[in-house]
T-cell receptor, first 115, second 114 residues
């Protein structure tokens, strides 16, 4: 069964360092997403990506964040200069074409710890 | 804006007990409603969904009915098993938001003991 894969599963970094989280969405999907969950809090939407551009982003997704689909298979989330409050589980997801009514397929998550 | 409120966890039950996890929502339009489940060490998986009022979603013995009058989508199962131990997330997708992003609740951890 096709699945979304994420790497790394856990990354520890120092505050101020750049981090890249990687995702391989399901191959025939068109929409890609990043969500995050700070420990004990809600799963929060960060950004959606369609047709090689950001289609929607939340207030959390400020200039420190960027996304890219560099090679037609990977979908990456970059945090330029990490802060302590960026420590969270980051989930990548993908979904089908236009008119899709909401089933997203999620990866297992990448846990980011900022020290 | 849109929001989802779930009951706090953890919920601890004995095997074969009845399960209810409450979920209520606030949305500007007519959302689709979902329950996602996260088993230990795995990603979020869709458990069931309902796209309009009075629809009942069901899967693996779990059910939830879309109640527009009470803005609720409570998850129920008649007889839980140890293998149901997981974190359950209620979520909505509001098409008036222009996309199909999901708004999640905080998640409810379920522990089922023998």
């Amino acid at each position: 069964e096709p699945e979304v894969t994420q790497t790394p599963s856990h990354q520890v970094t120092q505050m101020g360092q750049e981090v890249i989280l990687r995702c391989v969405p399901i191959s025939n999907h068109l929409y890609f997403y990043w969500y995050r969950q700070i420990l004990g809090q809600k799963v929060e939407f960060l950004v959606s990506f369609y047709n090689n551009e950001i289609s929607e982003k939340s207030e959390i997704f400020d200039d420190q964040f960027s996304v890219e689909r560099p090679d037609g298979s990977n979908f990456t989330l970059k945090i330029r200069s990490t802060k302590l409050e960026d420590s969270a589980m980051y989930f990548c997801a993908s979904s089908g074409g236009a008119g899709w009514i909401g089933e997203l397929f999620f990866g297992e998550g990448s846990r980011l710890t900022v020290l | 804006g849109d929001s989802v409120t779930q009951m706090e966890g953890p919920v601890t039950l004995s095997e074969e007990a009845f399960l209810t996890i409450n979920c209520t929502y606030t949305a500007t339009g007519y959302p689709s409603l979902f329950w996602y489940v996260q088993y230990p060490g795995e990603g979020l998986q869709l458990l069931l969904k309902a796209t309009k009022a009075d629809d009942k979603g069901s899967n693996k013995g779990f059910e939830a009915t879309y109640r527009k009058e009470t803005t609720s989508f409570h998850l129920e199962k008649g007889s839980v098993q140890v293998s149901d131990s997981a974190v359950y997330f209620c979520a909505l997708s509001d098409p008036t938001g222009g996309g199909n992003k999901l708004t999640f609740g905080t998640g409810t951890q379920l522990k089922v003991e023998l």
